[in-house]
């Protein structure tokens, strides 16, 4: 399947670096987008430093105020009205999920490194696969057209094959450890929903995130450069710009509509 421009795409955790990537060429490319943001003013002034126009603003987005624990915000979010559109609710045809939590230090050999919410990623997306069977509860004929959904994990966190260097292993599998089994958590939901909330589900897991979300900032290798991976056969790297891995996932996921990438859990390296 082929995405038009009037249908639309749900993004949560766009002010993030990846997330953020992944909306500007998803505007840039004619597409409709609604985006949940706790500070819908860093989101605008993020996508305006992208070169992304109010006017672009006013047509294709709606951004929705609130955080990830809102679930009538994750509603609007998931069923907001497009333009040129009328009549019944229309359902986002897919969703890009990006949120994370912000790394702390704490006091602990073991565990040195934990996130400021560390079940962020698990709790997100449990909140929107709840709003999506709410909303097939009270609308049942949205049902029929539900969305698939990509979430932005983590290399380090597979139980089939070792996807990072063995320099790095340390780090992924004891400094990063509590981020990491929250990443995993929260991609034994999107699996175990695939297919029955979601229409399908495809999981990213970038390498050692580098750069910002600039879409044409320097350090960037190409998104058609990257290796990419799948859990069988990882590609296997040490870093990924954040921008890449946002434009991969545009043109892999959000153009094409995904059902090629559903069931795999893709790795981008450099």
């Given at each position: 399947m082929t995405?038009?421009?009037?249908?639309?795409?749900?993004?949560?955790?766009?002010?993030g670096g990846c997330t953020n990537a992944c909306l500007v060429h998803?505007?840039?490319?004619?597409?409709?987008?609604?985006?949940?943001?706790?500070?819908?003013s860093k989101l605008v002034d993020m996508l305006h430093a992208q070169g992304i126009s109010q006017d672009v603003m006013d047509a294709q987005l709606t951004i929705?105020?609130?955080?990830?624990?809102?679930?009538?915000?994750?509603?609007?979010?998931?069923?907001?009205?497009?333009?040129?559109?009328?009549?019944?609710?229309?359902?986002a045809s897919q969703i890009i999920s990006g949120i994370g939590g912000t790394p702390q230090m704490q006091m602990s050999l073991r565990r040195p490194v934990t996130i400021d919410n560390p079940e962020i990623c698990a709790t997100a997306t449990k909140n929107i696969i709840q709003a999506l069977q709410e909303i097939y509860k009270t609308q049942p004929s949205t049902a029929l057209h539900k969305p698939s959904i990509a979430v932005i994990s983590t290399t380090g966190v597979s139980d089939v094959k070792?996807?990072?260097?063995?320099?790095?292993?340390?780090?992924?599998?004891?400094?990063?450890?509590?981020?990491?089994?929250?990443k995993k958590e929260m991609e034994s939901l999107v699996t175990e929903n695939s297919g029955?909330?979601?229409r399908g589900a495809v999981i990213v897991r970038p390498s050692l995130l580098t750069g910002d979300q600039s879409v044409k900032g320097s350090g960037r290798q190409g998104w058609?450069?990257?290796?990419?991976?799948?859990?069988?056969e990882p590609a296997v790297g040490y870093t990924v710009h954040r921008a890449d891995v946002g434009q991969w996932i545009f043109e892999e996921v959000v153009k094409t509509g995904g059902e090629g990438r559903f069931g795999q859990r893709i790795t981008l390296t450099n």
């Amino acid at each position: 399947m082929t995405i038009t421009s009037t249908q639309h795409i749900a993004f949560f955790g766009a002010t993030g670096g990846c997330t953020n990537a992944c909306l500007v060429h998803t505007l840039n490319a004619g597409f409709h987008a609604t985006a949940l943001a706790r500070t819908p003013s860093k989101l605008v002034d993020m996508l305006h430093a992208q070169g992304i126009s109010q006017d672009v603003m006013d047509a294709q987005l709606t951004i929705f105020k609130g955080d990830i624990s809102d679930i009538h915000a994750i509603k609007d979010t998931l069923t907001n009205h497009v333009a040129g559109t009328t009549g019944a609710v229309t359902l986002a045809s897919q969703i890009i999920s990006g949120i994370g939590g912000t790394p702390q230090m704490q006091m602990s050999l073991r565990r040195p490194v934990t996130i400021d919410n560390p079940e962020i990623c698990a709790t997100a997306t449990k909140n929107i696969i709840q709003a999506l069977q709410e909303i097939y509860k009270t609308q049942p004929s949205t049902a029929l057209h539900k969305p698939s959904i990509a979430v932005i994990s983590t290399t380090g966190v597979s139980d089939v094959k070792e996807d990072v260097p063995f320099a790095f292993r340390i780090l992924y599998h004891v400094v990063l450890a509590d981020p990491h089994k929250d990443k995993k958590e929260m991609e034994s939901l999107v699996t175990e929903n695939s297919g029955t909330t979601f229409r399908g589900a495809v999981i990213v897991r970038p390498s050692l995130l580098t750069g910002d979300q600039s879409v044409k900032g320097s350090g960037r290798q190409g998104w058609e450069k990257l290796r990419v991976g799948r859990e069988e056969e990882p590609a296997v790297g040490y870093t990924v710009h954040r921008a890449d891995v946002g434009q991969w996932i545009f043109e892999e996921v959000v153009k094409t509509g995904g059902e090629g990438r559903f069931g795999q859990r893709i790795t981008l390296t450099n």
